[in-house]
């Protein structure tokens, strides 16, 4: 009936719930998820479920699956609060996934980051983010990005594997990784027709979304530069698809009207940055949106989202004094290799300090050319 004195542990006794003997409890790893992502945080690390040391494609991986979940297609019951929690996390993986915005916001937290992100702003980083203007649809399985189905890898579709282990990527789409490989104009793999089947690629299967290097449907577009329908050249219509057999957009402006045109014949409303203006230094980093662009003057219409000290917010730019975002697609000009001229491409990365877009061409290759080498 009497206590006994508690016996101390030998020296290389394994502590509680340390596994084996002698073996010390497995470090966390940087970037392992340590919560559930909470929404309601003032913090971008918090929102998306992540370590601050997570790497990109942890941050990329935890961005999709709750982008899935939460995008405002999937919760129509309460638009308005999934529209916020839309924006909240796209907002937090905007800023995560850009190593300059991260490391401002590190270092200041939020008052290091200019802006916020609308819901427009929002849905066009989920749709470049996925490749495709309805990744909704394609995907199956919301919680862990499942099986696709759709006619993902159209003619000529390209897919590219990220350096690192990160994985590959088919527009923003993340499979397992290592060296780029081509579909070449297949439209799935053998036993999935029309692309990666669902229930073995089961009739029925959605509409094919365009090739990488052309405009997504509902992409918003301004008319330029007709010569013979002249009466349209400043309307702003919407992409409804592409004729690759023609090499022409179908849009829509409205009111029952729509035009087949050539993609030298519209100018992508997209937002940019404006660099290297020196006699109005002002105006540099200023974040503005495309209006248009003439060929006659080789320069962009861009209305600024702050107005200068003269009161103006909309200026005339040389292709050379914007920079594009990934994602935007743009026609090559001005080469001296005269192949790549008045080709369709696809931005896939921005060099800031070389000043060149690296862009995927629609005859497959890849090439490093400067900002004036591009029309939106």
């Not at 002698?22 to 309601?40: F, I």
């Not at 702003?121 to 919301?142: C, H, L, R, W, Y």
């Not at 013979?228 to 919407?238: L, R, T």
Request: aromatic content about 8%; glycine content about 16%.
């Amino acid at each position: 009936g009497g206590t006994h004195p508690r016996r101390r542990p030998p020296a290389d006794a394994p502590s509680r719930g340390s596994g084996q003997a002698g073996v010390s409890p497995r470090p966390r790893r940087a970037g392992q998820m340590p919560s559930a992502p909470d929404l309601k945080s003032d913090d971008y690390y918090k929102v998306l479920g992540v370590d601050r040391g997570a790497s990109d494609s942890e941050i990329a991986k935890a961005y999709k699956k709750l982008a899935l979940k939460y995008h405002p297609d999937k919760n129509p019951e309460n638009k308005e609060i999934a529209e916020d929690n839309f924006k909240t996390l796209t907002e937090a993986y905007e800023v995560l996934h850009d190593p300059d915005k991260r490391k401002k916001y590190d270092q200041c937290g939020k008052s290091g980051i200019s802006g916020g992100t609308t819901y427009q702003q929002a849905d066009e980083i989920f749709k470049t983010f996925f490749g495709t203007n309805d990744p909704v649809s394609m995907f199956f399985d919301d919680e862990d990005g499942g099986p696709f189905r759709g006619g993902i890898g159209g003619p000529g579709a390209r897919v590219f594997i990220n350096g690192g282990g990160g994985g590959a990527r088919m527009g923003g789409m993340n499979f397992g990784g290592g060296m780029p490989f081509d579909l070449g104009g297949m439209g799935g793999f053998p036993g999935f027709p029309g692309g990666f089947g669902g229930k073995g690629g089961s009739k029925g299967s959605q509409r094919r979304p365009p090739p990488q290097w052309a405009m997504p449907p509902g992409t918003t577009v301004v008319v330029r530069d007709l010569s013979k329908a002249q009466e349209h050249n400043g309307k702003v219509g919407n992409i409804q698809g592409f004729d690759q057999s023609k090499g022409r957009y179908e849009v829509d402006l409205g009111g029952g009207n729509s035009l087949s045109l050539r993609p030298t014949n519209l100018t992508q409303q997209c937002d940019v940055k404006v660099v290297g203006i020196e006699s109005q230094p002002e105006l540099n980093g200023q974040v503005g949106q495309v209006l248009s662009y003439s060929d006659s003057t080789g320069r962009y219409s861009v209305k600024l989202r702050q107005k200068l000290a003269s009161g103006r917010d909309c200026v005339g730019l040389e292709p050379s004094k914007v920079v594009l975002s990934p994602g935007t697609r743009v026609v090559i000009q001005g080469l001296s290799n005269q192949q790549f001229n008045g080709l369709m491409a696809n931005i896939v990365e921005t060099d800031h300090e070389a000043m060149k877009h690296t862009v995927q061409c629609q005859n497959g290759k890849m090439i490093k050319i400067k900002f004036d080498n591009v029309v939106c």
